[in-house]
């Protein structure tokens, strides 16, 4: 049976078999996920709407459904808070555009609309659910008329965005591995003119993926590495902040955990090229 389903899958158009596993991840992570996001919602908003409790996009307006992986994070405000600094340094910037490949349901596509209100956001993702998730968090967050929507974003694209567009250009990048396609200045040179925010991952074939993509840009870019710190640090941060819902660390803890793979880490890369520095 598992070979006859297989075969059919393999039979599928691209559009339809995308579909189809994006299907199958949401039923997965609803699975996994959804007891602890019914009794964080309850505990956290008691009876209000969801949104984002705490971090640079505090206040945003949230969704309250099944995304890639636990959507209490978001809530809580803790969702890869080790970037809290980068995102500081983002929002002191200002950009004309922000690029955002691999956006899931918009976090920082909305979140990012919402604090740059001169930025132009162009938010990609791959997956069709995750694009109807996006659209829905700007329409809550009231950045939809800034925010486009695309599938599979194309070195094209960012050629088309940066003629259409004067002035600095951020890219966030979170593509599970694909990084090491996109990221490449020679396929287009317009990336050694952007700010690039990238969450790296272990690539096959490529030994110390990380150092391998800071060689890329070594020579354009300003590079830093952050490193996963995990949700233990942030819990004992921002307990005393949760203590009147009656929390306490060990569940924030809990709620914050984001279960990322070992070796998850960003590169923070600072053009020396780009037009506004």
Same mark, same amino acid.
């Given at each position: 049976?598992?070979?006859?389903?297989?075969?059919?899958?393999?039979?599928?158009?691209?559009?339809?078999?995308?579909?189809?596993?994006?299907?199958?991840?949401?039923?997965?992570?609803?699975?996994?996920?959804?007891?602890?996001?019914?009794?964080?919602?309850?505990?956290?908003?008691?009876?209000?709407?969801?949104?984002?409790?705490?971090?640079?996009?505090?206040?945003?307006?949230?969704?309250?459904?099944?995304?890639?992986?636990?959507?209490?994070?978001?809530?809580?405000?803790?969702?890869?808070?080790?970037?809290?600094?980068?995102?500081?340094?983002?929002? @002191?910037?200002?950009? /004309? $555009?922000?690029?955002?490949?691999?956006? +899931?349901?918009?976090?920082? *596509?909305?979140?990012? =609309? #919402?604090?740059?209100?001169?930025?132009?956001?162009?938010?990609?993702?791959?997956?069709?659910?995750?694009?109807?998730?996006?659209?829905?968090?700007?329409?809550?967050?009231?950045?939809?008329?800034?925010?486009?929507?695309?599938?599979?974003?194309?070195?094209?694209?960012?050629?088309?965005?940066?003629?259409?567009?004067?002035?600095?250009?951020?890219?966030?990048?979170?593509?599970?591995?694909?990084?090491?396609?996109?990221?490449?200045?020679?396929?287009?040179?317009?990336?050694?003119?952007?700010?690039?925010?990238?969450?790296?991952?272990?690539?096959?074939?490529?030994?110390?993926?990380?150092?391998?993509?800071? @060689?890329?840009?070594? /020579? $354009?870019?300003?590079?830093?590495?952050? +490193?996963?710190?995990?949700? *233990?640090?942030?819990? =004992? #941060?921002?307990?005393?902040?949760?203590?009147?819902?009656?929390?306490?660390?060990?569940?924030?803890?809990?709620?914050?955990?984001?279960?990322?793979?070992?070796?998850?880490?960003?590169?923070?890369?600072?053009?020396?090229?780009?037009?506004?520095?």
């Amino acid at each position: 049976m598992k070979d006859l389903f297989k075969n059919i899958l393999e039979k599928l158009p691209p559009s339809v078999l995308l579909r189809v596993r994006s299907w199958n991840n949401r039923r997965f992570f609803r699975r996994r996920f959804h007891g602890a996001q019914v009794e964080a919602r309850a505990r956290l908003f008691q009876g209000g709407a969801p949104r984002v409790m705490t971090g640079p996009f505090s206040g945003m307006p949230y969704l309250d459904e099944t995304v890639w992986g636990s959507i209490v994070p978001k809530w809580l405000g803790s969702y890869e808070w080790e970037l809290g600094g980068v995102i500081s340094e983002i929002l @002191d910037q200002g950009y /004309a $555009t922000v690029v955002d490949v691999g956006c +899931a349901e918009g976090y920082y *596509a909305a979140g990012l =609309a #919402r604090r740059l209100v001169d930025s132009r956001i162009f938010a990609f993702d791959a997956d069709p659910f995750s694009r109807g998730q996006t659209r829905r968090l700007a329409a809550l967050a009231g950045v939809s008329e800034r925010v486009s929507m695309g599938s599979f974003c194309q070195h094209s694209d960012l050629v088309t965005i940066r003629r259409d567009f004067a002035g600095s250009m951020l890219v966030v990048c979170d593509i599970e591995g694909s990084e090491w396609e996109f990221l490449d200045p020679v396929q287009c040179r317009y990336l050694e003119e952007c700010d690039i925010l990238v969450e790296i991952h272990e690539v096959y074939g490529i030994r110390d993926f990380g150092a391998s993509m800071s @060689d890329r840009f070594a /020579a $354009t870019h300003e590079i830093h590495s952050i +490193a996963l710190a995990g949700s *233990a640090e942030w819990a =004992a #941060r921002n307990a005393v902040r949760f203590s009147g819902l009656g929390l306490d660390q060990a569940w924030l803890e809990s709620m914050a955990r984001e279960f990322r793979a070992r070796g998850n880490a960003w590169l923070w890369m600072k053009s020396r090229r780009s037009g506004k520095r």
